[in-house]
């Protein structure tokens, strides 16, 4: 191990705190924004903080399954930001816009 | 001052990340948050360099599907879309202060509950768990399974985006003057 590694200097708790701090933006930012495709990127950003959360984890316990949840996470985020954009675009056929607010008449 | 022990490469990248993330929920430009969203992730991406997952930050992952991919996806459909400040719906005071309120909370409630946790993990850093020979032979033996099912869902999907992206061109020349008709 390189002794000047950030493992020795560094506690995970600090990467714990870091995470929740993004998180807790991404959760704001769902609340207060009202343009979807926004409220989709900060969806992104609060698995992105999960993302890192797990590589922390991942490599302060030495176990890489860790790593490999965080590829599964991408895949997920992958497939929303497509379906996801698809709708969006296909609201703004008919709305022409993407407030959220204006979401609640797709009934029937 | 509580974060002075601390490296400063952690630090920085921290300091660029939270304020980086903070101007995307808080920017009213679409376009501006989807490139500090760029910016969040190139930072992310940093900080798993120092944490040794090198496959996951540099070689492929997290800048080319994340900040690569998925963001120009953003970028691309943001511009279709037409979307710039003029009209970027707000939000109202009240809902403001509310959603302020309520992630400060979670944040308490999180940094509340994980605190002093560090102290029930073993720690056992290895150095080449984040190569990516480690991680593909542990991709393909013990994780094979969800692997399949990852690339089953990507195929929906994508047969998903396709179908609801796609214009009903001949649905629209049929009945082009009454009200669209749900398929």
Redo the contacts between chains.
Sequence with gaps: MNPDSIFNSLDISHYIYLSSVLFCIGLFGVLTRRNAIVLLMCIELMLNAVNLLFVAFSSYIGDSAGQLFVFFIMVVAAAEAAVGLAIIVMIYRNTKSTDVGLFDKLKG | MLLLG??P??LIL?FI??LC??Y??TNNN?VY??LA?VL??FS?SA??V????Q??AVVV??LI??AG??MV??LF??M??N?NKE?????KTG??V???V???L??VV??AA?????ES???????N??LVK??GK??FT??LV?FEL?GI??L???V???L??K?HSAEENSNSDTE?SEK
């Excluded at chain 2, 120092?50 to 997952?53: E, Q, T």
């Excluded at chain 2, 009209?87 to 939000?91: D, F, G, Q």
């Excluded at chain 2, 994980?114 to 560090?118: D, M």
């Design positions: 601390l490296p490469a952690f921290s990340t939270i993330a903070l995307v929920v679409p948050s989807v969203l969040t992730f992310i900080h798993y120092l944490l040794n997952a496959f996951l992952v997290n599907v994340y991919a998925i996806l953003f459909v943001l279709l879309l979307l009209n970027e719906p707000l939000i809902w403001f509310a959603a302020t309520s992630a400060g979670l944040l999180l940094a994980l605190h002093r946790s560090s993990i073993m720690q056992n850093p290895a150095e768990i984040g480690n991680l542990v991709l013990d994780y969800p990852s869902l990507f929906a999907a994508m998903g985006a396709v609801l992206g214009k669209p």
